[in-house]
């Protein structure tokens, strides 16, 4: 019942189809500026399966996609191939020799998983204060980017710095 009640299966085409007609709107953005834009323009006004709960992030992850929104969603989160290796390295995946990841390291391309550059972060084991990285790309016009986090229960949070003033690009 989890998996017919989950909508993965729904979900799934619906993003795609909606993947590809922002790849067509911007064909210079890589897969993760489409995930990037994709996620972070996601609304959160959603209820749990009883319509009036309302649901949390293990409900329904970034939230609903809202295509009109993604098109321009001023920063994105951008990730290559290397800092995908990189992630590799950090979890020993196979196949990726210690040189390798220390010349990705040394390229600022941090093997810790929390450090993958993605719009979203999750980071176990956070007993002390721990730092995590991320990227932005403004792809829209210039602008200035306030911060906001909404932390979890027990977690202080602090974003520095807390506002950005970029260009394009």
């Excluded at 795609?16 to 890589?30: D, F, I, K, T, Y």
């Excluded at 210690?98 to 390229?107: E, F, H, I, N, S």
């Excluded at 210039?142 to 977690?155: E, H, K, L, N």
Aim: aromatic share 6%.
């Amino acid at each position: 019942r989890f998996q017919y009640l989950s909508g993965t299966s729904m979900a799934v085409p619906h993003v795609a189809g909606v993947a590809a007609l922002l790849r067509q709107a911007h064909p210079g953005w890589s897969p993760a500026a489409l995930r990037s834009a994709l996620m972070t323009t996601a609304r959160q006004d959603v209820v749990k399966e009883d319509g009036a709960s309302p649901a949390d992030p293990f409900d329904f992850g970034a939230g609903h996609i809202v295509p009109d929104r993604a098109v321009d969603p001023g920063l994105v989160y951008e990730a290559g191939r290397e800092d995908y290796a990189a992630f590799g390295c950090g979890i020993g995946l196979v196949g990726l020799d210690d040189g390798y990841c220390a010349t990705l390291d040394t390229a600022g391309h941090p093997p810790a998983a929390d450090e993958l550059n993605l719009p979203s972060i999750a980071s176990h084991d956070v007993v002390h204060a721990h730092t995590i990285h991320r990227r932005v790309t403004n792809v829209g016009p210039p602008a200035v980017y306030q911060a906001t986090v909404q932390a979890p229960p027990g977690i202080a949070v602090a974003v520095e710095p807390a506002s950005l003033a970029l260009g394009s690009g």
